[in-house]
């Protein structure tokens, strides 16, 4: 449906390189990276709110590069709303449609189902759009966006001023706005928990590029650079050397004698290879002395004293200084396991790095 070839962009001191993307039709697809690498740059170019040194805007196999914003089927929600002052919140809903001159009817039926959608009802009377709440007032900026019928909606860090409760709302909204409507959807963002969410396809920017491009569980567990890995909070990151493949298994060897297991799924990797290793902390596996070892976590058995404790959401962080070993393992397990364990700082434990866990990439 929409297609970016070869887009490469200059303004000021950024640059963005050759961007190659694809999103389907009907599909939630999320730009995710860290704030300044230049994702807010790119979504601007795709709708054309700024011109490209380079490369081309495809929309169902036709080139729109050059076409204006308003001459497309697409809406845009930046991350402030922007709504008018001098409009009432049904007038600032109402207000791209009559622009459009969509049949009053359409309109009609379009604003009853997304103030039912959007749970807007109690606010569409209001005459001064300044005494919404933020939350409020994008829930009525994504309503407009959302009244034209756009194929795509567009949307830039669109929760970013709005508290974590009503974000969380929003979120589960646009799911169902994606759904009941079968919109595709464009979204910017750098909230790695906002991304994995929503997203059914994901791409990492870094850097001003395009580093990975795929489904949550592929970005997730099968980073295929170290940028993305350390993006990730990959923290479990070894350099190290293959000793022996066999078959699908490779032999890992880090620092100081530790021998990783793991699975050499691209079968791309031969003994002696200089590689990187990693696992992330929640698929370590703290094994229970007073239960028996399933099949998966007999390898990869490591025993380590904790040397610092740290809580988090509904998590706990342990780091494990390895015996005689390095380097330092971060663990992560949620609260129940934590209080079943009672574990404590100087307490020593095994676990288990699951080799089906363990990625691999070249240094």
Same mark, same amino acid.
């Given at each position: 449906?929409?297609?970016?070839?070869?887009?490469?962009?200059?303004?000021?001191?950024?640059?963005?390189?050759?961007?190659?993307?694809? $999103?389907?039709?009907?599909? *939630?697809?999320?730009?995710? &990276?860290?704030?300044?690498?230049?994702?807010?740059?790119?979504?601007?170019?795709?709708?054309?709110? !700024?011109?490209? %040194?380079? &490369?081309?805007?495809?929309?169902?196999?036709?080139? #729109?590069?050059?076409?204006?914003?308003?001459?497309?089927?697409?809406? %845009?929600?930046?991350?402030?709303?922007?709504?008018?002052?001098?409009? &009432? /919140?049904?007038?600032?809903?109402?207000?791209?449609?009559?622009?459009?001159?969509?049949? /009053?009817?359409?309109?009609?039926?379009?604003?009853?189902?997304?103030?039912?959608?959007?749970?807007?009802?109690?606010?569409?009377?209001?005459?001064?759009?300044?005494?919404?709440?933020?939350?409020?007032?994008?829930?009525?900026?994504?309503?407009?966006?959302?009244?034209?019928?756009?194929?795509?909606?567009?949307?830039?860090?669109?929760?970013?001023? /709005?508290?974590? %409760?009503?974000?969380?709302?929003?979120?589960?909204?646009?799911?169902?706005?994606?759904?009941?409507?079968?919109?595709?959807?464009?979204?910017?963002?750098?909230?790695?928990?906002?991304?994995?969410?929503?997203?059914?396809?994901?791409? $990492?920017?870094?850097?001003?590029?395009?580093?990975?491009?795929?489904? !949550?569980?592929?970005? *997730? *567990?099968?980073?295929?650079?170290?940028?993305?890995?350390?993006?990730?909070?990959?923290?479990?990151?070894?350099?190290?050397?293959?000793?022996? #493949?066999?078959?699908?298994?490779?032999?890992?060897?880090?620092?100081?004698?530790?021998?990783?297991?793991?699975?050499?799924?691209?079968?791309?990797?031969?003994?002696?290879?200089? #590689? *990187?290793?990693?696992?992330?902390?929640?698929?370590?596996?703290?094994? !229970?002395?007073?239960?028996?070892?399933?099949?998966?976590?007999?390898?990869?058995?490591?025993?380590?004293?904790?040397?610092?404790?740290?809580?988090?959401?509904?998590?706990?962080?342990?780091?494990?200084?390895?015996?005689?070993?390095?380097?330092?393992?971060?663990? /992560?397990?949620?609260?129940?396991? %934590?209080?079943?364990?009672?574990?404590?700082? &100087?307490?020593?434990?095994?676990?288990?790095?699951?080799?089906?866990?363990?990625?691999?990439?070249?240094?």
């Amino acid at each position: 449906m929409l297609e970016i070839k070869d887009l490469q962009i200059k303004i000021d001191n950024k640059i963005l390189f050759n961007v190659n993307l694809n $999103i389907n039709k009907g599909e *939630y697809f999320v730009l995710l &990276g860290p704030s300044g690498v230049g994702k807010t740059l790119l979504i601007e170019t795709i709708i054309n709110l !700024r011109k490209p %040194y380079k &490369g081309c805007v495809l929309l169902d196999g036709k080139d #729109v590069t050059s076409l204006s914003p308003e001459n497309r089927p697409v809406s %845009y929600l930046p991350q402030d709303s922007f709504l008018f002052p001098h409009l &009432g /919140v049904k007038d600032n809903i109402y207000f791209g449609a009559r622009e459009r001159k969509i049949p /009053v009817a359409e309109q009609n039926k379009r604003f009853d189902d997304l103030v039912s959608v959007l749970n807007i009802k109690n606010i569409i009377g209001r005459d001064d759009v300044r005494t919404l709440s933020l939350g409020e007032q994008q829930r009525v900026a994504l309503a407009r966006a959302l009244m034209v019928k756009p194929e795509i909606l567009f949307l830039d860090e669109p929760f970013a001023s /709005v508290d974590e %409760y009503q974000k969380r709302i929003l979120q589960l909204k646009l799911k169902e706005i994606n759904r009941l409507f079968k919109i595709t959807i464009f979204h910017v963002t750098h909230d790695r928990e906002e991304a994995f969410m929503l997203g059914d396809r994901l791409a $990492i920017m870094i850097d001003g590029k395009i580093r990975q491009i795929g489904a !949550r569980d592929d970005i *997730y *567990y099968h980073p295929t650079c170290i940028e993305v890995a350390r993006f990730m909070l990959n923290q479990n990151i070894f350099s190290g050397k293959i000793l022996e #493949v066999t078959g699908e298994e490779a032999n890992i060897e880090i620092k100081k004698g530790l021998i990783l297991k793991a699975l050499n799924r691209s079968k791309k990797f031969n003994a002696g290879d200089q #590689v *990187y290793c990693g696992i992330r902390p929640e698929e370590i596996a703290v094994i !229970r002395p007073d239960r028996p070892l399933k099949p998966m976590l007999q390898d990869n058995l490591v025993k380590g004293e904790i040397s610092e404790i740290f809580e988090k959401g509904g998590n706990h962080i342990l780091i494990l200084k390895l015996l005689d070993k390095d380097p330092d393992i971060e663990v /992560v397990i949620p609260n129940c396991a %934590y209080r079943d364990m009672e574990t404590a700082v &100087g307490k020593i434990i095994s676990v288990c790095l699951k080799k089906n866990s363990i990625w691999i990439l070249t240094k």
